[in-house]
Nanobody, 115 residues
């Protein structure tokens, strides 16, 4: 089992920045991928960024150049640095980790970007 605790969401003006954190505990040795997803009202949950256990990163086209995913292996924490935020980035952001057999989700953190 893996437990995930997210933090860092909030209200920010367009053009501003936020950093989300996702702290993992439990059977983290088995995790092979870490990711951030988001879900806006009335829309499907979508992948924002992914980082593998080897450190390879992928970012959705909509956030490339503005968001950066990273991971601190000592703190077992994943981050999402979000810069140049836009109103369309408003959503609940979820962290997700996967091992061979399971995937786990955080509780979600609201990010609201005002115009």
């Amino acid at each position: 089992q893996v437990q995930l605790v997210e933090s860092g969401g909030g209200l920010v003006q367009a053009g501003g920045s936020l950093r989300l954190s996702c702290a993992a505990s439990g059977s983290i040795f088995s995790i092979n991928a870490w990711g951030w997803y988001r879900q806006a009202p009335g829309k499907k949950r979508e992948l924002v960024a992914l980082i593998t256990s080897g450190g390879t990163t992928t970012h959705a086209d909509s956030v490339k150049g503005r968001f950066t995913i990273s991971r601190d292996n000592v703190k077992n924490t994943m981050y999402l640095q979000m810069n140049s935020l836009k109103p369309e980035d408003t959503a609940v952001y979820y962290c997700n980790v996967r091992d061979i057999f399971n995937e786990y989700w955080g509780q979600g953190t609201q990010v609201t970007v005002s115009s």
